[in-house]
């Protein structure tokens, strides 16, 4: 099977997120390891809300699943489990989201998977 990746839009460098990597902008971290970072959302929107985020410049999840390494991609979903383990979201329960594009919602065009748990989800 052949797989043609999609047309993505051009990475902003200037975006929050990019932002908070390069340590122009504050954030309340939770986690950090050599693939990705973790901290808190700045607007809740459950009573925990951790975005986890990266460190490679990918648009949103599509982006990141077609065009960053093996690597990359494990080390990130590695680093949002040991988020949910530190964190005690597995007893909890908790949700994993991410928003793909303006008509889902997507706001900060620099990957992101958001864990949510307790009230009220
Ligand atoms: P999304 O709609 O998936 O792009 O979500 C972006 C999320 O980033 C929203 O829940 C915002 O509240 C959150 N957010 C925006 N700026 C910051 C910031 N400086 N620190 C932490 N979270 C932020």
Excluded at 59 to 79: M, N, P, R, W
């Amino acid at each position: 099977m052949s797989f043609q990746p999609a047309l993505f839009r051009e990475y902003d460098t200037d975006n929050v997120f990019a932002r908070i990597l390069r340590f122009e902008l504050p954030c309340q971290k939770i986690y950090e390891d050599g693939w990705a970072l973790a901290f808190y959302d700045i607007q809740p929107k459950a009573s925990i809300h951790i975005l986890v985020i990266p460190k490679g410049p990918y648009c949103d999840a599509s982006h990141f699943h077609q065009v960053a390494t093996s690597e990359e991609i494990l080390g990130f979903y590695k680093a949002c489990e040991a988020v949910v383990k530190d964190q005690g979201l597995y007893k909890r329960g908790y949700r994993a989201a991410s928003h793909c594009g303006t008509e889902a919602g997507q706001e900060v065009f620099h990957f992101h998977v958001h864990l949510m748990s307790g009230a009220p989800l």
